[in-house]
């Protein structure tokens, strides 16, 4: 049975929930290869969240996650670690690097890995990369241990990299995923706020907002 507290919010969720709709970002997906510690998941979910990513799959070969969602969502450490960001984000798991890539492709995503050394590959800085050039994007981020899988960097399209200036060239997979992808997710609300696509193509009349105005007036 429903608290009195837990009715009392319903409005103020919906309101939540109509005011960030528009500028959720579709068809983007980020994606974490082979986790190594499953607090990471939480922090991953909650920038996926917080930022406006569509979805979150996680390739999980040594199955420490359930193919529930429901049981996802209850699981202590995870609804922690995201601050509850867990309860409205869609997360799918997959056995493999190669089930996830081929769920990936067959349904027209084209695919980008995050790594900072990568040979034989195309490759860009952060900032540099364009992320609204193809209408479906899966952002990969790899194990904070072993990096991202070389099955994954040959089925990816680019290689993006953080620029970083210190002796120490690494970053913890919360602080790496946050940054990259509010980068991608600026891009491709930037370009779907000028430019409209399927049925629809072509460039808008009238440029959509790109940040929720808040109740005082400021952005």
């Not at 800085?125 to 992320?131: K, M, P, R, T």
């Amino acid at each position: 049975m429903e608290s009195s507290d837990e009715k009392k919010s319903r409005p103020s969720v919906c309101k939540r929930a109509d005011a960030i709709k528009p500028y959720r970002c579709k068809n983007l997906i980020a994606v974490i290869e082979d986790l190594g510690d499953i607090m990471n998941i939480g922090t991953v979910i909650r920038n996926v969240n917080v930022l406006g990513v569509e979805k979150a799959y996680i390739v999980d070969p040594m199955h420490e996650l359930s193919d529930d969602w429901q049981d996802l969502r209850e699981r202590k450490e995870i609804l922690k670690m995201s601050v509850s960001a867990v309860k409205w984000t869609f997360v799918k798991r997959f056995d493999s690097t190669k089930a996830c890539f081929d769920h990936l492709e067959s349904n027209g995503f084209v695919s980008v890995v995050t790594s900072p050394h990568v040979k034989g590959k195309s490759s860009v800085y952060l900032d540099e990369g364009d992320f609204a050039q193809h209408a479906k994007v899966a952002v990969w981020f790899g194990n904070e241990r072993h990096g991202i899988s070389e099955e994954a960097v040959d089925r990816s399209e680019l290689c993006v990299a953080i620029p970083m200036f210190g002796m120490v060239e690494s970053l913890n997979l919360g602080t790496s995923s946050g940054i990259v992808l509010y980068e991608v997710t600026k891009q491709r609300r930037e370009y779907h706020s000028k430019y409209q696509r399927r049925k629809h193509k072509g460039k808008r009349a009238e440029p959509l907002p790109t940040v929720i105005t808040r109740t005082d007036g400021s952005s």
